[in-house]
C-alpha cells in the first residue's frame, strides 16, 4: 500500500500568515489522484482539493495545491480564523485508499 | 441538500456485533459508489470498506476483513456495514462517505459520524 507522511506534524501560524503543508508518498501517486481534507474538532472532513490541485466546490481560492509523483503540497495563502484545523492528504490511485496521519494548523 | 446520516452505533463487548446504517438524501444514492471510514479517538483517518452502485464490487481493508460485510439497499437510499468480532481496536467513528466519481476515489459527502465503542 502507499504510506503518506505529511509534514510538520504542527504548524503554529498567526492569521494572514500563509501555509504550506507537505505530503509525501512512498511511491508514486500516479495521475495525481490525491486529496486533501480539513477536520475540525467534532466534525466530519470536507473535501478540499482533489487531484492534487482541483479546488472542491465551494472552497475558496487562498486554498490551492500543487505536487505530483511522491511530492504534494497545500497552501492557504492567507490565513483565516476559521482554517486553524486538522488537515489530511488521501490518495486514491491504488487500492487500499490511504491517508496520511494529519498537520494540526495552530494558532500561534 | 446532499445529505448522509448514520446510526447503529454504541457500546459493545469484545466478540459482539453491529449493523451501522447510512441513509442518503438530495441525491440520487443508487448512481454513487459509497464508503466507510473510520478514526480512532484522537488518530488519524482509516478507509474501512467501498461498494460500487450496484454492489458488484466490494474491498475492504485487511483490518477487517473477514469479519465487516458492507452491503447497500438502493430502494431505501441506505448503506449498511455490519460489523462482528468486533475488537477494541475498532473502537472509532464510523462514516459512511460518498465517493464523488469512482469506485476507488475521493470522498466528497460525508456523514456526522457514528461512534463504535467495544468494551467489556
Known amino acids: 500500500e502507499i504510506v503518506l507522511t505529511q509534514s510538520p506534524a504542527t504548524l503554529s501560524l498567526s492569521p494572514g500568515q500563509r501555509a504550506t503543508l507537505s505530503c509525501g508518498a512512498s511511491?508514486?501517486?500516479?495521475?495525481?489522484?490525491l486529496a486533501w481534507y480539513q477536520q475540525k474538532p467534532g466534525l466530519a472532513p470536507r473535501l478540499l482539493i482533489y487531484?492534487?490541485?482541483s479546488r472542491a466546490t465551494g472552497i475558496p481560492d487562498r486554498f490551492s495545491g500543487s505536487g505530483s509523483e511522491t511530492d504534494f503540497t497545500l497552501t492557504i495563502s492567507r490565513l483565516e480564523p476559521e482554517d486553524f484545523a486538522v488537515y489530511y492528504c488521501?490518495?486514491?490511485?491504488?487500492?487500499?485508499?490511504?491517508f496520511g496521519q494529519g498537520t494540526r494548523l495552530e494558532i500561534k | 441538500e446532499e445529505q448522509l446520516v448514520e446510526s447503529g452505533g454504541g457500546l459493545v463487548k469484545p466478540g459482539g456485533s453491529l449493523r451501522l446504517s447510512c441513509v442518503a438524501s438530495?441525491?440520487?444514492?443508487?448512481?454513487?459508489?459509497m464508503n466507510w471510514v473510520r478514526q480512532a479517538p484522537g488518530k488519524g483517518l482509516e478507509w474501512v470498506s467501498s461498494?460500487?452502485?450496484?454492489?458488484?464490487?466490494?474491498y475492504y481493508a485487511d483490518s477487517v476483513k473477514g469479519r465487516f460485510t458492507i452491503s447497500r439497499d438502493n430502494a431505501k437510499n441506505s448503506l449498511f456495514l455490519q460489523v462482528r468480532s468486533l475488537r477494541g481496536e475498532d473502537t472509532a467513528i464510523y462514516y459512511c462517505?460518498?465517493?464523488?466519481?469512482?469506485?476507488?476515489?475521493?470522498?466528497?459527502?460525508w456523514g456526522q459520524g457514528i461512534m463504535v465503542t467495544v468494551s467489556s
Open positions: 462517505a460518498r465517493a464523488g466519481r469512482w469506485l476507488v476515489d475521493v470522498f466528497d459527502i
Open positions: 438530495g441525491f440520487t444514492f443508487s448512481s454513487y459508489n
Open positions: 461498494i460500487n452502485s450496484g454492489s458488484a464490487a466490494i
Open positions: 511511491e508514486s501517486v500516479s495521475s495525481s489522484y
Open positions: 487531484d492534487a490541485s
Open positions: 488521501q490518495q486514491y490511485a491504488i487500492s487500499p485508499i490511504t
